[in-house]
């Protein structure tokens, strides 16, 4: 059936070499990308099997799945897996490492070397965790608030602690390879104006991984140094304030969400732009947007802190700047709704992830909003609510935005399709099973469900098995894309070079791209979402 | 960072700039002995930045680079610092207030 | 065009034979040693960005408990020894007068004062952390370490009446320790990047046309100079007069 060329017949990265050591000591960003890709998606499972026993466990209102210790130990376990191993690397990391430099127009990232040391501290890091995972966990959360994890909780913190610094490098690293790979590596012709803003979000995006993961670094030294050597900087006995961990904690962990959330919104601009075949409207304004969220995630951590003691003033003053970051989130949404009127939207499987994240992206980033506000901040902390709302910008978001990139490029990185059938279905799948499962708790949270409990009023329980169920229509819904893809790699349709009839440069190499990236040094005389010239030409897969 | 690697800081500057800085910090040890009040803190923070930026501008050629990236990164560094310190200030600083 | 394509003839400003360190050290992703040097120079500046966060963490945790506890803080930072601390300032400026001086000579391809003056670095560093050494154990003597039998028995100058915390004193030396031990770690590790430079100086490996390790370890070198220059004021000279 495939007219193409096999992919196997002709040079490209996945060829080039073989062996091992020709991937363990890769420089290749692409291969490297992968190297992530199987990593990442490996802690994604870890994670999600965490998920499933704390569903399973809120099944019934009595706590009678596990003690309470337990359960501690793993709603800990589920966040430090989902955020640090999975969230922050998931697009930079596996989809930005291979994109960003073939859609400037380089041959690697700045840095090769670094980028390849970036995946073994991940993988440190990663069995670090593991290994703590294993021997009896954490309680702490992922949070790991003094002067519970520096006077009370297992020693395990510390081995986390270490583990979740050394993660910090790599996430430093990756974030600094692009800076200056963007800056300084771009093709000839490849103006700021003309950058993907794909781009434009991993720029945005590595700023914040540059300026904000090491204060999250020196804060676990300073707690690892107060467990082992009862060195007190947040210890109440020596005058020390619980509250000075929780700002340098959330000074780094606000502006992560904003780490998580952008590579995804950078993928909806090159997804809603080629299956609506237009230019994004309000390129300018979409990708400074990208920027300006950057700049402003780090006004706003506090909002954390509402009812943890700190002063009423600086709340206000908090609750004042979070409104604002509302504002270049809505301007994207407006800009992708604006770019789909009067394009010719077509519904193939990456474009359904698009619509998806738009919606749950929205209401995530509304109820946010509700969160800012202080007097319902009183009511709904620690609730249920706040975990809906996080997870509707996290997985509703987030994982949405990655699973469509995931898909759309599935065939450059592969050189095969995924079955389109499928496709549709899982994230059909996806979709009811995440609001399944996350709709009912803003309502558990709203008439007062706290979080991080085992046991709960049997009131409650209708919503609690609700999501339950969600939950494991979402675990069937993420498991079809692991099955299939990797079906695809054997047996799935041989694609062409551009079989979206997509614009950028990365679509204008071979799938899968040579070593190198491209045939032919490229030079840019294009602007980026030239749609217009592109609409003659028939889609070929 | 291009016109660091043509551009030669002459060594009377250098020796210049060493010098200054050793005098200052001579100045910082003796003006700590006079009772300033709260003078004394704002004084010697003073002459750190002194130093601080003759160090950046001097030593590491910052004074000499047409690099606007440059003077923007460490803009960054101090700003984004700056709003750490503020910021926590602002809860720190105001909780007695009421 | 093909001038900026071309890798033998692209950095500007190299004499034909001294061509040789550029090319050999220039990367294949990279169009010519100019790029390369431009790159390695962003991200140093940018790794020197994270290590401004770093350390500002706990400048914040030193900030804050300053001002809530100043008197106590006050008294603690009077049983330091400034002479040592305005030495040793002194030593890393030297120190970073002589890393200037080298990447100096490594401009102008002076191979041999290269060497000499990225030795005399090493000393001055290694001289830094020899005070260090003598200071921390200087507190270990007077029970000055948290956790390690602490008992601080200083008065706070002028006021002699005044009873100092000694929680809080201990507070002032877990951040004394965290801050200048975290500062020493990172003379330690310059300590072994001085070592790798003169290393790689004496095997020749850097000539007028690329010497870009030379300009950013000196860079970082800088920076640990500057972290000191605010450390110094910040826990010795809180204040020394009875005020």
């Known amino acids: 059936m495939a007219t193409a060329v096999m992919p196997e017949q002709r040079t490209n990265y996945l060829n080039a070499e073989h062996g091992v050591k020709s991937w363990l000591l890769t420089t290749d960003h692409k291969r490297i990308a992968l190297l992530y890709m199987v990593s990442v998606t490996f802690f994604f499972f870890i994670g999600g099997v965490y998920a499933l026993l704390i569903r399973l466990e809120l099944l019934t209102p009595a706590g009678d799945l596990v003690q309470a210790d337990t359960y501690n130990r793993l709603f800990s376990g589920h966040g430090i897996v989902m955020v640090f191993f999975f969230l922050i690397p998931v697009v930079p990391a596996i989809l930005g490492n291979f994109l960003v430099p073939i859609m400037i127009g380089a041959k690697d990232l700045a840095f090769p070397r670094i980028n390849l040391l970036s995946w073994y501290l991940y993988i440190i890091a990663g069995m670090m965790v593991i290994h703590v995972l294993l021997t009896g966990g954490v309680d702490t959360g992922w949070t790991f608030y003094t002067p519970y994890s520096t006077a009370f909780a297992s020693p395990k913190v510390v081995e986390t602690g270490l583990a979740v610094f050394i993660n910090g490098f790599s996430s430093i690293f990756t974030g600094l390879n692009f800076i200056v790979t963007i800056h300084r590596m771009r093709a000839p012709g490849m103006t700021w104006s003309r950058l993907p803003l794909f781009i434009w979000a991993n720029y945005a995006t590595s700023l914040i991984m540059v300026l904000g993961t090491p204060v999250i670094a020196i804060t676990l030294v300073l707690l690892v140094l107060e467990r082992v050597f009862h060195l007190g900087i947040f210890d109440p006995k020596l005058g020390g304030d619980p509250l000075l961990f929780q700002h340098l904690f959330w000074f780094y962990s606000h502006p992560a969400v904003y780490i998580m959330i952008l590579p995804s919104m950078g993928i909806m601009s090159e997804l809603i732009a080629c299956f609506s075949r237009k230019r994004i409207f309000g390129f300018q304004f979409v990708a400074l947007s990208s920027v300006a969220i950057a700049v402003l995630g780090f006004l706003v951590w506090a909002h954390h802190m509402f009812v943890a003691g700190m002063s009423v003033y600086a709340a206000l003053i908090f609750s004042f700047l979070t409104f604002f970051i509302g504002v270049p989130s809505a301007i994207k949404v407006f800009n992708w709704t604006a770019t789909m009127y009067k394009g010719s939207v077509t519904y193939e499987t990456p474009m359904l992830y698009a619509f998806g994240f738009i919606g749950l992206f929205t209401i995530g980033g509304l109820t946010g909003l509700f969160l800012a506000t202080l007097g319902i901040d009183i009511h709904v902390t620690d609730t249920y609510f706040v975990v809906a709302h996080f997870h509707y910008v996290m997985v509703g978001g987030v994982v949405m935005g990655y699973l469509g990139g995931l898909h759309f490029w599935w065939p450059k990185i592969t050189g095969r399709m995924y079955p389109e059938g499928l496709g549709k279905l899982a994230a059909l799948i996806g979709f009811i099973g995440f609001n399944l499962t996350f709709f009912p708790q803003f309502i558990l949270g709203y008439v007062g469900m706290p979080r991080r409990y085992y046991q709960y009023p049997p009131e409650f329980q209708m919503l609690n098995v609700l999501s339950t169920a969600g939950a494991t229509i979402l675990g069937v819904g993420y498991l079809f894309p692991l099955v299939y893809l990797i079906w695809s790699l054997k047996y799935g349709e041989v694609a062409s070079d551009n079989p979206w009839n997509a614009a950028g440069l990365e679509w204008k190499t071979t799938s899968p791209p040579p070593t190198f990236n491209f045939h032919e040094d490229p030079v840019v005389d294009f602007e980026a979402y030239n749609y217009d010239e592109l609409k003659e030409i028939p889609r070929e897969r | ?98 | ?243």
């Open chain 3, 1 to 243: 065009m093909s001038a900026s394509h071309a890798t033998t003839a692209g950095s500007a400003g190299a004499h034909a034979g001294t061509q040789d360190a550029a090319q050999r050290e220039l990367r294949h992703h990279f169009v010519d040693m100019q790029q390369q040097s431009n790159t390695a120079s962003l991200g140093m500046w940018l790794f020197l960005v994270t290590e401004v966060m770093f350390f500002g963490g706990m400048f914040c945790a030193y900030l804050i408990y300053r001002l809530a506890y100043y008197k106590d803080f006050a008294a603690a930072s009077q049983s330091i020894d400034v002479r040592w601390g305005a030495l040793n300032t002194a030593v890393l400026l030297v120190s970073s007068f002589t890393m200037a001086m080298a990447v100096r000579c490594a401009q102008l391809g002076k191979q041999k004062l290269l060497v000499i003056f990225l030795l005399f670095t090493m000393l001055f560093g290694a001289t830094f952390l020899g005070v260090k050494a003598k200071e921390y154990y200087d507190k270990y003597e007077e029970h000055h370490i948290p956790a390690m039998n602490f008992n601080f028995d200083g008065k706070l100058l002028g006021h002699p009446e005044y009873v100092v915390n000694q929680r809080h004193a201990e507070m002032f030396f877990s951040i004394y320790f965290a801050m200048t031990g975290m500062h020493a770690l990172h003379m330690v590790i310059g300590l072994g990047l001085m070592a790798y430079l003169i290393i790689a100086s004496s095997r020749g490996k850097f000539d007028t046309s690329y010497y870009t390790p030379v300009e950013n370890i000196g860079l970082y070198w800088h920076f640990v100079d500057v972290v000191w220059i605010y450390l110094f004021p910040l826990l010795y000279l809180i204040s020394r007069t009875k005020g």
């Open chain 2, 1 to 98: 960072m291009s016109e660091n690697e043509h551009h030669i800081v002459p060594v009377k500057l250098y020796m210049l700039i060493g010098g200054t800085l050793l005098f200052f910090t001579w100045v910082t040890y003796a003006v700590s002995k006079i009772d300033l009040g709260p003078l004394n803190t704002v004084v010697a923070l003073c002459i750190a930045t002194f130093k601080a930026t003759l160090v950046v501008l001097i030593f590491m050629h910052v004074k000499y680079t047409s690099e606007k990236l440059t003077k923007a990164v460490i803009f960054s560094a101090i700003f984004f610092l700056g709003l750490l310190l503020t910021l926590s200030l602002a809860d720190f600083g105001t909780r007695n207030w009421l």
